[in-house]
Nanobody, 118 residues
Framework: QVQLVESGGGLVQPGGSLRLSCAAS????????MSWYRQAPGKERELAAS????????DYADSVKGRFTISRDNAKKTVYLQMNSLKPEDTAVYLC???????????WGQGTQVTVSS
C-alpha cells in the first residue's frame, strides 16, 4: 500500500519559517519525481516545487523562488520543503506528490495545512 504522509504544517507569523516533510512508503522512492503542490481556498491547485528522482534538479514556482527549498533523502524515503520568509499568501494546504519517472504512476498525500497570519 502506497502512503505519502506529510507533516510540519502549522500556524506561523509573516516572515517566519516552516519545514514540511513527506515520508513515503510502498514505492521505490528513488524512481519517483517528488513535488509539493499547494491549494488555497477558492483557488486551483498549483505546483510549488519539484525535485528529480536523483535530486539533481529542482524547479520552483515564481512566487516561491528564493524563499522555498525542496530537498530529498532517498535513504529515508523523505522529501522536504523548507519555507522561509513566509507570507500570508502562502497560506494553503500543501500536498506531497510522487510521480514515477515513466509518468505511469502518481500518488498524493492527504496534505498539511500551512497558515501564515499575525
Amino acid at each position: 500500500q502506497v502512503q505519502l504522509v506529510e507533516s510540519g504544517g502549522g500556524l506561523v507569523q509573516p516572515g517566519g519559517s516552516l519545514r514540511l516533510s513527506c515520508a513515503a512508503s510502498g514505492i521505490t522512492f528513488r524512481g519517483y519525481v517528488m513535488s509539493w503542490y499547494r491549494q488555497a481556498p477558492g483557488k486551483e491547485r498549483e505546483l510549488a516545487a519539484s525535485i528529480t528522482n536523483t535530486g539533481t534538479n529542482t524547479d520552483y514556482a515564481d512566487s516561491v523562488k528564493g524563499r522555498f527549498t525542496i530537498s530529498r533523502d532517498n535513504a529515508k524515503k523523505t522529501v522536504y520543503l523548507q519555507m522561509n520568509s513566509l507570507k500570508p499568501e502562502d497560506t494553503a494546504v500543501y500536498l506531497c506528490n510522487a510521480r514515477s519517472v515513466t509518468g505511469r504512476l502518481e500518488f498524493w498525500g492527504q496534505g498539511t495545512q500551512v497558515t501564515v497570519s499575525s
